[in-house]
């Protein structure tokens, strides 16, 4: 007869002798320990680990938790990562990218539900978290525009254009006529740098000039220009540029 032999300690047995891998339990002890102290209690692999365990019903998920935090450098970074970027993992497949991608929609459905329809001034805190959730990890130049009513409650965001990593296109008339077209009465431009430094170049401050003068000529108001870098924002306002 042939036997086999198993290593000690890598399969721990039952106590009705059968054999179970190391991770067994483990799922159930992090949900409880989610429900019981929330997510407060839990590190950023293991938050990670609570999306992908809908992604992959079986196995042990911590080292891919680890691997993403490792590729993408934190909780955020990894959400907000590419499908391209994400599924150039090893071990990710569509169904992880779904996972991923749902929460980062989530997060943003939650912090827009806080400002929209608000005065910006007594939000003004989460509207910047909502700028950085939505620019801060994004590779690309992109331009957003908030457009305010007569009460400075914000009514509409539009994602205006979308660049390269360190250019997108500006319209100002194309500014001014949307404006007028939501019978806004302010506009707050928001774009991000990749690169990560918020501070504005010179061509970020002559373009905001143009805009300004582009919705005086309609009778808006350019409330802001901000600008995301990374985990920091520039205000043009509290720069006196405005």
Known sequence: MVRTHK???LWPMSDTG????????????LRRRFLDSGPGALADYELLEMLLFAARPRGD???????LLDRFGSFAGTIAASKEDLL???GVGESTVVALKTA???????????VLDRPVIGGWTQLLDLMRAQFAHDPVERLCLL?????????????????TVDHAPVYPREIAKRALDLHASAVILVHNHPAGDPVPSRADIEITKDVQKALETVG????????????ETASFKNMGLL
């Open 18 to 29: 059968s054999e179970k891998p190391h991770y067994h339990g483990h799922r159930e002890r």
């Open 61 to 67: 998920v911590k080292p891919l938790a680890k691997g």
């Open 88 to 90: 150039a993992v090893d």
């Open 220 to 231: 808006v108001v350019l409330h802001d220009h901000l600008i995301v870098g990374g985990t």
């Open 104 to 114: 980062e929609a989530a997060a943003l459905r939650l912090l827009k539900g806080k």
């Open 7 to 9: 290593a000690k300690g």
């Open 147 to 163: 457009f305010l009513d007569r009460k400075n409650r914000l009514m509409r965001m539009d994602v205006a254009a979308t660049g």
